[in-house]
């Protein structure tokens, strides 16, 4: 069975991606991990496509460890370099040692030679005669010579900056001082005097060296050559330290000529310094490598990040701030492309990856400036929206055309109003500027924040619906609308065609533009283009869920609107109420001319009006239409449903529910029935008119009488319907309606009356 795919990291709600990581690894940890042994337990039947997917499994925890490997070594960096620098300290004192042993030994080898020099004396006084001319006239030795004139010749061989000689010079003398201090070919003081000229000489030679690289007139390959000669001598720290010092003076030199005052823009001067900078940075490594290899790497990139770090300072004070501030993107991202750029040249030669420094040090200026151009978005379209007169129009002319995109639209052009034309134009534009800094990871970031700018827009256009719920929710105080009010049933629509075009398609098609494809100039392959939209489909499905509740809202806030118009009148007194029924019967013997009430017949009006305006603007998204007058009709029916005081009446008095009253009532449902089946009903609604049916049944049964016997046929209720239909749509009736008894409707009137007689 092939291994489960691995989690990506960060993948869970509040959980360390660390954490899960070092849960992954620990298994390879243990001290009797066998790879056969873990292999052959996760595949013991594995055919080759399984196999692939391990492999793919594996290689991925691959990367991670070395992530995590990456990582740890970066964390300890500051450590490592102290601990080398405590063991450099240790061995100047174990070499100080070193010394006072070697004089020690030295005074112990003098006070032995004394004692043969005093049996020497005895003898001389025994033979009776003593020859100084002997002594005056024996010569010195080849290494007294040698030793005589070392202090000439090294300040010689000094004074010409012959520093590979005087190298070999000392170096030998450290050679012939070791063979002659164990030979005792040489006396202690004549060696201890030996050691001093050498140990001054190599501190002069060393000095000279630092001096000459910290010279701004030494080149690439004298700072090499000193690096060298310094490490030669045993200085190996105090030579690399050098070696970044000289490449730093170097590079402050240079940047004294960068000024910000005198480049045209914040590019310009990004360019030039990142130029300067990453250059000494490679220049820095290559020495480093040619000289001593990897051994000081970790004080190479601790250098390294610092110089990163000062000219990430650098760019945000002079460039990047600014146009933060200012809500210039596409000048933030400019900047940084080009920092990124010069940056990745390093790594691109598997040299230090400094990117992760820059983007971490960027990455709060370029989140000021995303929001700062999200709130001029914002703000534009709330200027804008005050003069939109809320009708809907194709877009001019190459408004959604951009330098490297376009969109493009299969049929129609979209239609919306000036408002939402140039509120999607800017959205484009944004999304333009933001593409560049994907590798920055502000995907979720800048989707967030065109979430809450389209929610801003959407709380601009319930504030142009007149007597909308947004005001009604500040609880009396009053507000500014700042748009113009959508008077007309069409220009409401309008709106909400703004809204759902907004929300379902444009949008959502504009930000495929954050995708690395997109960057990348598109793919053609039809597999590679499904693979990016799995990848991309949880998040941003989620992301168009949010913009659909938005839109939810604005059509709430419509069909509440509109669903108050039709239950109260002016004066405030609603057109719903128990009185309309329980009061029939007390009229009784009065004729009556059955209809449904007003208030439907009006609700069936306005839903027939807004159902044609709505079929011209939602052209191709003819189900959003339904769902609105659906929705319309459903807050009506709920209204009725959830209206206590109303239940209250029918169901406890102050006087019973009677036959006319009954009647009247079922075929009012009956007509919500007959309008809205197909068109403007829902399941849930249908279901909802079943329970108040059965509701008003019982509470008639309640007086003792059986609804069947005071109700008349199916027939007469479906061709009363079916008249004021047929009135209130302009068509003409044909027959008596009987054409229509086995229609769905007809049907369903049947089934309510048997429902409530049970």
Not at 458 to 465: T, Y
Not at 722 to 744: A, D, H, K, V, W
Request: one cysteine or more.
């Amino acid at each position: 069975m092939a291994p489960a795919a691995p989690q990506e990291n960060g993948g869970g709600s509040g959980q360390d991606p660390g954490v899960q990581l070092a849960d992954k690894l620990k298994i390879f940890k243990t001290e009797n991990f066998e790879p056969n042994a873990y292999v052959q337990s996760k595949c013991p039947t594995i055919n080759e496509k399984e196999l692939k997917q391990l492999c793919y499994y594996l290689q991925d925890l691959k990367k991670a460890s070395a992530e995590e490997m990456r990582k740890s070594v970066y964390a300890n960096y500051a450590a490592f370099i102290r601990t080398s620098k405590e063991i450099s300290d240790l061995e100047g004192e174990l070499l100080s040692i070193k010394n006072f042993l070697g004089a020690q030994t030295g005074l112990i080898h003098g006070l032995a030679e004394g004692i043969n020099i005093d049996s020497l004396q005895e003898g001389y006084e025994g033979s009776g005669e003593y020859d100084i001319s002997n002594v005056e006239d024996e010569e010195p030795s080849d290494l007294e010579k040698w030793a005589e004139e070392l202090p000439d010749r090294l300040e010689v061989l000094l004074a010409e900056r012959r520093v590979d000689e005087a190298l070999d010079s000392l170096n030998e003398a450290e050679k012939l001082v070791a063979e002659a201090k164990q030979k005792q070919a040489i006396g202690a003081h004549e060696l201890s005097l030996l050691k001093n000229t050498i140990s001054k000489h190599r501190k002069k030679l060393a000095d000279q060296l630092a001096e000459a690289a910290c010279q701004s007139s030494t080149c690439g390959v004298e700072l090499r050559e000193a690096s060298a000669a310094l490490k030669r001598l045993g200085d190996g720290p105090r030579a690399h330290s050098l070696l970044l010092t000289a490449h730093y003076q170097r590079l402050q030199y240079n940047m004294q000529v960068i000024h910000p005052t005198s480049m045209s823009h914040g590019g310009a001067y990004t360019a030039a310094l990142s130029q300067l900078v990453f250059s000494i940075i490679g220049q820095a490594l290559n020495d480093s490598q040619a000289v001593f290899g990897d051994e000081y790497a970790s004080e190479l990139v601790v250098w390294s990040t610092k110089q990163t770090e000062t000219f990430a300072h650098l760019v945000k004070r002079h460039a990047l701030a600014s146009a933060a501030a200012a809500g210039g993107l596409r000048a933030a991202a400019e900047c940084v492309q080009i920092a990124i750029g010069h940056c990745s040249l390093l790594e691109a030669h598997g040299r230090l990856s400094l990117s992760s420094v820059l983007m971490r040090l960027f990455r709060p200026s370029v989140e000021q400036a995303l929001s700062a151009n999200l709130r001029r978005i914002e703000e534009s379209t709330a200027a804008l929206a005050a003069a939109d007169e809320w009708v809907l129009t194709f877009p001019p002319a190459g408004s959604y055309t951009s330098n490297k995109t376009s969109t493009t639209f299969v049929g129609n052009q979209p239609k919306l109003s000036s408002s939402a034309h140039q509120f999607y134009a800017m959205v484009q534009d944004f999304f333009e500027d933001v593409g560049p800094l994907l590798s920055m990871q502000l995907g979720g970031s800048t989707m967030d924040g065109l979430l809450n700018v389209f929610n801003a827009y959407i709380s601009l256009l319930i504030n142009a619906l007149p007597g909308s719920i947004e005001d009604e929710a500040n609880l009396g105080v009053q507000v500014n609308r700042l748009v113009r009010i959508a008077e007309t049933e069409s220009q409401q629509l309008a709106l909400l065609a703004n809204a759902s075009l907004l929300a379902e398609e444009l949008l959502p098609q504009a930000i495929l533009k954050l995708s690395p494809t997109h960057q990348a100039g598109g793919i053609d392959d039809s597999r590679k283009k499904g693979s990016e939209r799995n990848n991309r489909l949880p998040e941003q499905r989620e992301w168009k869920k949010k913009l659909q509740r938005s839109v939810d809202r604005l059509r709430d806030c419509f069909c509440r609107q509109h669903a108050l118009d039709l239950i109260f009148t002016e004066d405030g007194e609603s057109n719903i109420s128990a009185e309309m029924y329980i009061s029939m019967d007390l009229n009784s013997n009065d004729e009556i001319e059955w209809a449904p009430s007003p208030i439907y017949q009006e609700l069936y009006a306005t839903l027939s009006r807004m159902a044609s305006i709505a079929s011209d603007m939602f052209v191709g998204r003819e189900r959003f239409a339904t769902v609105l007058m659906i929705r319309l009709t459903e807050t009506v029916i709920l209204w009725l449903s959830e209206d206590q005081g109303f239940w209250e009446d029918i169901e406890q008095g102050p006087r019973p529910l009677g036959p006319l009253g009954l009647q009247q009532f079922y075929l009012d449902m009956q007509f919500v029935i007959l309008f809205g089946q197909g068109r403007f009903l829902s399941r849930n609604v249908h279901q909802v008119i079943v329970e108040i049916i059965d509701r008003a049944m019982h509470a008639f049964s309640s007086t003792g009488m059986n609804p069947d016997s005071v109700l008349p046929p199916d027939d007469w209720f479906f061709d009363i319907g079916e008249e004021i239909i047929n009135r209130i749509s302009g068509r003409t009736q044909f027959g008596n309606g009987e054409r229509y008894l086995n229609s769905p409707s007809a049907q369903s009137i049947s089934s309510f009356k048997s429902h409530g007689s049970l």
